[in-house]
């Protein structure tokens, strides 16, 4: 919508030379979240081989629901983290962390060499900061949406949370 050659901005600008662009604020927040270091990248994508470890076979996913329900765990499934819907990361993320007594128990049931990671305390705390991290773009986020916000009230927020 924005298009610098023919889209909104080109017609703004014709109107008002002087009228500046700039690209959603949203969208900076997740371009901004793909620069994590690697190391703790890889976290996310053991996480992301757990889960599809589990979601992508029907009976994986009711063996993790009964033994859920056995351990007593108040969720019982996963979220499929999905690339266009990137707010799914910190939901994900956020459930495993719930669910990783139950999670480490299925891995060693089925032999997966993912089971140790649970017991690397290094691993679980990078899991943990990363679940914080995600939360906190995940709130930015819902707060940068709705009716009645302007770009100034919008950069206040951003700079507020750099800060």
């Known amino acids: 919508m ?9 017609w703004i600008k014709e109107v008002a030379p002087e009228c ?3 690209h959603c604020v949203i969208h900076w927040e997740m371009l901004a979240s793909r620069k994590i270091s690697p190391e703790v990248h890889c976290v996310f994508y053991d996480i992301l081989k757990m889960i599809t470890l589990i979601k992508t076979h ?5 063996l993790f ?3 859920c ?3 007593d765990a108040k969720h019982k499934y996963f979220f499929l983290h999905t690339e266009v819907r990137w707010l799914s990361r910190g939901k994900s993320l956020n459930r495993a962390f719930k ?8 891995l060693l049931q089925t032999n997966s060499d993912l089971s140790n990671k ?9 899991l943990v900061y990363l679940c914080d991290i995600f939360n906190q773009l995940n709130e930015l986020n819902l707060s940068l949406q709705g009716k009645m916000t302007t770009s100034f009230t919008l ?8 800060d």
């Open 2 to 10: 924005i298009g610098s050659l023919s889209g909104l901005t080109v």
């Open 155 to 162: 950069a206040d927020k951003v700079a507020a949370f750099k």
């Open 69 to 71: 329900e056995k351990m």
């Open 118 to 126: 649970f017991s690397d305390e290094k691993w679980v705390l990078k």
């Open 58 to 62: 029907t009976f994986k996913t009711r």
């Open 20 to 22: 500046e662009s700039t």
């Open 65 to 67: 629901k009964h033994l």
């Open 99 to 106: 669910l990783r007594q139950p999670l480490k128990r299925f």
